[in-house]
């Protein structure tokens, strides 16, 4: 069973940048996508990055966050500017059809 470990994330100012990192007990080189959960909300997704390197964003993070990845180092990144209050969530990384083990994720605070 595939387990993934993200990490990176932390307490930032509104206007503040992070970086998320994710790797993987087996291999990453799939359709991956960077989710979050928001405390009293459903997770939801916010960047895809598929096998052709092609990505998609939620409107809400549109043109502030990026999904990345390095294959020969089996990790995919979310690089995340501008970050504002509402985007205090648990981050989670998975494939773009979920598989059911997910991992701890990460706190991302944005708070002053």
């Known amino acids: 069973q595939v387990q993934f470990v993200e990490s990176g994330g932390g307490l930032v100012q509104p206007g503040g940048s992070l970086v998320l990192s994710c790797t993987a007990s087996?291999?990453?080189?799939?359709?991956m996508g960077w989710y979050r959960q928001a405390p009293g909300k459903q997770r939801e997704w916010v960047a895809r990055i598929f096998t052709t390197d092609s990505t998609n964003y939620a409107d809400s993070v549109k043109g502030r966050f990026a999904i990345s990845r390095d294959n020969a180092k089996n990790t995919v990144y979310l690089q995340m500017t501008n970050l504002q209050p509402e985007d205090t969530a648990v981050y989670y990384c998975n494939r773009v059809v979920p598989l059911n083990s997910w991992g701890q994720g990460t706190q991302v605070t944005v708070s002053s």
């Open positions: 087996g291999s990453l080189f799939y359709s």
